[in-house]
């Protein structure tokens, strides 16, 4: 694919230019002059500096760490869950996972075909005319983030009252589904809004997520023991419900945040 990395794209200029007029003393505006072992401590602290000093980095890491924890919490118990509560064989209780793929799959057809011709439409029809926004990646992620939490409610009390299994099935559709678009919204927009630090702002929303994916589903078994099936994925419920707001904020806000940031990654 076709280079679109700032600082690689004047660095190539920048070593035509010393091989063209022989001054082997040209730098590009954008080397870090950084080497060796202190290049390789700047990549590893710029992400945690990120996580700490930007406001959309730290929530938007919260929430989707908070997704990932739901997620992966679900996919140590949905074994332990058909198996005891529908009877499902330990040969069968694997085909469970299908109704989060599809989901899945959804929404990523979905985000594939829409996304850019959203960003598309809002960039011409913006106040100030082919003006490209960050905040516009958002508006898939305002669509798609009530669906985790209406997933979670359906799947633990359609669990909860023993319906037939395939209805906690078709719950994890939604859960799914939601989860996929906010995983996309928020990669695209810190893409866009940081460019040239794109891969340290994901790389800081990796650190919350593993964390996160790790550390939660260590307490599923328990918690469904405590709170049943019901309340369980309530709880789950409600927390990223209250997350649901978060895109809208920076939809609305985002981008006065980006122009008051002062301070250099």
């Known amino acids: 694919m076709r280079e679109s990395y700032a600082p690689v794209i004047l660095e190539r200029k920048t070593k035509h230019l010393r091989k063209q007029t022989g001054n082997p003393h040209l730098r590009s505006k954008l080397d870090p002059d950084l080497k060796g072992a202190a290049y390789f401590i700047e990549a590893i602290i710029r992400p945690l500096r990120m996580l700490v000093l930007s406001p959309a980095v730290l929530c938007l890491s919260i929430y989707i760490g908070l997704c990932f924890g739901c997620l992966y919490l679900m996919f140590t118990t949905f074994s ?4 005891e509560v529908y009877h499902f064989s330990i ?24 996304s850019d011709r959203i960003l598309r439409y809002k960039t011409l ?29 359906w799947y633990g009390w359609s669990v909860q009252a023993h ?3 395939i209805v906690p099935i078709l719950g994890t559709v939604w859960i799914g589904f939601g989860f996929l678009i906010i995983t996309f919204a928020v990669q695209m927009y810190l893409v866009d809004a940081f460019t040239r ?6 790389a ?40 649901v707001p978060i895109p809208w904020l920076f939809y609305r806000y985002g981008e006065r945040l980006r122009k008051k940031r002062t301070f250099e990654f």
Request: net charge positive; hydrophobic share 50%.
């Open 80 to 83: 332990y869950v058909f198996t």
């Open 204 to 243: 800081a929303t990796t650190i919350l997520r593993s964390l996160m994916g790790a550390l939660l589903p260590l307490a599923g078994r328990q918690m469904y023991v405590k709170l049943g099936y019901g309340w369980g994925n309530s709880l789950l419920a409600f927390l990223t419900a209250a997350m």
């Open 163 to 165: 319906t037939h299994w």
């Open 197 to 202: 630090y794109a891969a340290s702002a994901l």
């Open 125 to 153: 029809h913006s106040p100030t005319p082919n003006e490209l926004k960050p905040e516009y990646r958002l508006l898939p992620m305002l669509f798609g983030a009530p669906f985790i939490p209406i997933g979670l409610f």
């Open 91 to 114: 040969g069968t209780d694997g085909l469970t996972f299908l109704g989060m793929g599809t989901g899945s799959l959804i929404a990523l057809i979905l985000v594939g075909a829409f």
